[in-house]
Each structure stands twice: as C-alpha cells, then as structure tokens.
C-alpha cells in the first residue's frame, strides 16, 4: 500500500515536471526578460526609388546604443504587401532617473516591384493598417 502511494506521488512529480518543461519551451524557455524583437508600428518616411521606401518608427530612448530594426518581415499577396518591423530591444534598466525621450528610427525596403503598383499595409496592427499611398 506504502509503495503504490509512493509511486503514485512519483508519477504525479514527473507529469508535473514534464508539463512545467514543455511549457516553459512552448514560451520561449521561460527566460525572464524575454530578448525576442518586438514588432512596431510604422509610417512612411519618404520614396527612395520605384522600389525603395524609407519606413520610420518612434520609439521611447533613454540611453545606451539606439535601438535597430531587424531585416523586415515582407509577405507579398497580389498588388498587397504586408511588411513587419521588428525592433531589437535594449538591454533592460531602471533608466536612473533618465527622461525618456521619443526617437524616430528609419529602415530603408526594397521591394521586388514599382511602389506605384503596390499599396503597403502595416502587419504589427490588427487588422493591418494601410501606409502606402495615401487614401
């Protein structure tokens, strides 16, 4: 009876254990202070070229490096393009009492065809929000 209980709780540790585990790898490992980039909002800068489009963001900026925007993520469906900009997060801080102050960080995109055939959507929003062209 002793041991039938025993293995019981053991049986009950374990599930729990490899519930835990599975889990904390189904979030990202469970690491505090997740590093993975952040998707933005964005606007248009400016046309660069038939196929080039300066993209910016804003952002709250303390200190430190300013932050970059990784390689965009750009899905092309008929005459849509859907683009996400990705922000590498700063190191985590208390700011010391810092003012943060809001900083503009621009991406230059190259598409595969003519902006004028293409109307650009914003896909960290949901529903994606058109930028390009104006309405």
């Not at 540790?13 to 469970?30: D, H, K, N, P, R």
Request: aromatic share 6%; glycine share 10%.
């Amino acid at each position: 009876m002793k041991i039938a209980f025993e293995v019981a709780v053991a049986r009950y540790l374990i599930s729990g254990v490899l519930i835990l585990g599975f889990t904390l790898l189904a979030f990202g490992c469970g690491g505090g202070g997740d590093r993975s980039a952040q998707a933005v909002e964005w606007g248009v800068s400016r046309q660069v070229g038939p196929r080039q489009i300066r993209l910016v963001t804003e952002i709250d900026h303390c200190r430190g490096p300013t932050p970059t925007i990784e390689r965009p993520v750009i899905e092309y469906s008929g005459k849509r393009v859907f683009i996400e900009l990705l922000l590498t997060p700063q190191e985590d801080s208390d700011h010391g009492g810092c003012l943060l102050q809001l900083l503009g960080v621009q991406k230059t995109v190259t598409l595969k065809r003519d902006l004028d055939e293409l109307v650009l959507l914003d896909s960290s929003t949901n529903p994606p929000e058109r930028r390009w062209p104006d309405y």
